[in-house]
């Protein structure tokens, strides 16, 4: 009996050693003691960032770049979660700051949603990849003080998305740079039995933002007319560039997929990518779920021309958004080390250029590994035949009531001129 006890204390005893050992929550290194003799085990705490992010086609890559991150930081762990693809990322951050569940990193598009958003944000002016920032990827996060609040994602652009093999097979010879060669290339595809445009106006942010980005970027210059019309100065009423934007939408409508008011991006991305059409409004971070569905695809951008002037010519190119750390987090210096690991890491670089296909904002990155888009984007931007994204400049929330005007007329329940007439009453109820 006694040889039986013994046994069993010995086992607890065994036990309790080994849930102590596999407790412990942090790496651990040996350092000598204050003698230079014993090793002493020290233990650092393990601490996780909340990662809070919008861009849902790099989701799984980021993933899996975060895995290598954690792996070269054994005391830290990220915690990914994405809102986007349709879905108001906008909306969930400010949930998510209300709730007490403040994000140690997340996404700011800067303009007036610095201005908005200032006050929780940590200035980044000192950081390392600083030095190597191209200068278009400054402007959106810098305040009047010259302070840098965000590093850029990355660089964009977007336009129409073509099929070259079907424009070829359409009898299409040279890619359309104003409206009258655009028209002239539906018709073609109409006559080959192609569906010209996968429409997508389901999605709010697609037509009341990016493509009512191009009659704000076309003007003389955007800044101006935007401040002209927070002061009263200028109106969406008998803006040529405004005027001209309704063939825009009446030929995307007239040419485009069934039911474009009910296609969401997932179905607009895969109409493109699978043949069923010719082209598609969006941008090149389309371009992964665009490869997956099909590797073979011959496609690069033309722009979204509002008239015949030579200035229709042109693709918007600029930083999408940008990485924000809240300057509250308890692990900041944590948040500061993996922003600039991603952009100065190999591991890094690798991910940004060849699993994102990301036109980098840093000088320091070689754009290397670009898809057909991007490349395509760079041609654009080389040629300087690029226009701004304004829409960071807009109030807040006019977006999406842009959008529901836009989706209104294509319904058939408004005419265009209550189109712009809306746009006036959104823009002077909410212009600060």
Not at 378 to 398: C, H, M, N, Q
């Amino acid at each position: 009996m006694k040889r039986l006890f013994f046994l069993c204390i010995s086992m607890l005893m065994l036990a309790s050693i080994i849930a102590c050992s596999s407790s412990d929550t942090g790496s651990s290194t040996e350092e000598p003691n204050s003698d230079g003799e014993t090793p002493v085990e020290v233990k650092e705490e393990i601490v996780t960032l909340n990662f809070f992010q919008f861009k849902v086609e790099i989701a799984d890559q980021l993933q899996e770049m975060l895995k290598e991150f954690e792996a070269e930081h054994p005391h830290i762990r990220v915690k990914l979660e994405t809102v986007g693809g349709g879905a108001d990322y906008g909306a969930a951050l400010k949930a998510k700051f209300a709730s007490g569940e403040k994000p140690d990193i997340f996404n700011n598009g800067g303009f007036n949603e610095l201005g908005l958003w200032k006050e929780h944000l940590a200035d980044l002016s000192n950081e390392p990849w600083v030095e190597h920032l191209l200068p278009i990827g400054k402007v959106p996060m810098t305040d009047e003080d010259g302070k840098l609040y965000g590093m850029p994602v990355n660089l964009e652009g977007y336009g129409f998305v073509y099929n070259k093999d079907l424009f070829e097979q359409a009898g299409i010879s040279e890619a359309p740079a104003t409206m009258s060669d655009l028209q002239e290339a539906v018709e073609k595809l109409e006559a080959a039995g192609i569906t010209a445009f996968a429409a997508g106006y389901g999605e709010w942010w697609v037509v009341g933002q990016h493509l009512l980005n191009i009659p704000f970027a076309q003007q003389d210059d955007p800044v101006a007319f935007i401040e002209g019309l927070n002061d009263g100065t200028e109106t969406f009423i008998g803006n040529k560039h405004f005027e001209d934007f309704k063939q825009v939408i009446d030929t995307e409508i007239k040419y485009g997929n069934n039911n474009p008011l009910t296609t969401d991006y997932n179905t607009q991305v895969t109409l493109f990518a699978s043949g069923e059409t010719a082209m598609l409004q969006q941008g090149n971070w389309t371009e992964n779920m665009i490869y997956q569905i099909n590797p073979e695809i011959n496609m690069a951008f033309l722009p979204i021309p509002l008239n015949d002037e030579a200035e229709a010519n042109r693709i918007p190119v600029g930083v999408p958004n940008n990485w924000a750390i809240n300057k509250n987090s308890e692990n900041l210096e944590e948040a500061k080390l993996l922003l600039d690991w991603m952009v100065s890491s190999e591991t890094g670089k690798r991910y940004m250029t060849e699993e994102f296909a990301f036109i980098p904002a840093f000088d320091n990155i070689e754009p290397a590994g670009l898809g057909a888009l991007g490349e395509s984007i760079l041609e654009y931007s080389v040629e300087d035949k690029t226009i701004p994204w304004t829409w960071f400049r807009w109030p807040d929330g006019a977006n999406m009531d842009f959008a529901a005007a836009i989706q209104e007329y294509v319904a058939g329940q408004i005419e265009y001129d209550e189109v712009l007439e809306k746009f006036q009453a959104t823009w002077d109820n909410l212009k600060k």
